[in-house]
């Protein structure tokens, strides 16, 4: 016998050791088979990662021109968590809202005011416009009220001022240019998920928190009344 045979035979009893295991793994529930593909994870599966926090938003903008820039922002809106969505005075070809593969608005309300007299929000509902403006308050820094209505402005333009008159706050990101209105968008309500919802703190280290942290509230809502 060569010697290389005892290594063949090793091989051979693995692979025979192997095949045994193959059926009871196939019969376990959720164990995919050879060369099955791993289903893909659910719009629902995503949407259940989405922490729940008290209170509700909505967003859109003023004179909004372009259908996917509508359309990404409906969609980051569908994915944060947005009660409704809106536009004011937005022009027609905006309204196709292209790029919303999510669907957004089977999901969720969306309102088209034609003007800003037409605007109407629930009562208690905060107007906060979204604007980099010398005397606006960095978004790093703002306490987001438990019911909230943001709005950004045009894609070559800016809020009215009728609007920004009207609005109860006006915040904005710190940037050194204005970014793309449906990036601001997402931008603003991730923070707000991120200051209003329940996370375990930041590690000191680079890297995730430890296993089984215990999660954080911060900037606690309040309402009118300094109650919850």
């Given amino acids: 016998m060569s010697d290389d045979a005892p290594k063949a035979a090793g091989v051979r009893d693995v692979q025979a050791s192997l095949a045994e295991r193959a059926p009871a793994a196939a019969a376990r529930p959720g164990t995919p088979t050879s060369g099955a593909a791993l289903p893909a994870p659910s ?51 905006a309204l196709e809202a292209q790029a919303d593969t999510s669907k957004g608005v089977q999901h969720l309300p969306h309102f088209d005011y034609a003007d800003l007299a037409a605007l109407k929000l629930p009562k208690g509902c905060r107007l906060i416009g979204i604007e980099l403006l010398e005397d606006a308050i960095a978004l790093p820094s703002f306490h987001h009220p438990m019911q909230a209505a ?58 995730g928190p430890s296993t089984g942290a215990a999660p954080a509230l911060r900037n606690r809502p309040t309402g009118e009344k300094g109650k919850l």
């Fill in 150 to 207: 943001y709005v950004l402005g045009p894609e070559r333009g800016s809020l009215s001022p009728e609007l920004i008159a009207r609005c109860d706050f006006t915040i904005k990101i710190p940037t050194r240019f204005c970014v793309n209105v449906a990036m601001a968008g997402a931008i603003v309500m991730y923070d707000r998920v991120k200051s209003l919802a329940r996370f375990a703190d930041r590690p000191v280290s680079p890297g």
């Fill in 43 to 93: 719009e629902d599966a995503a949407i259940d990662a989405l922490p729940r926090l008290r209170g509700y938003f909505a967003i859109g903008a003023e004179r909004i021109s372009k259908s996917r820039n509508l359309g990404n922002l409906m969609r980051s809106a569908h994915g944060f968590g947005a009660s409704f969505t809106f536009t004011i005075g937005a022009q027609y070809r």
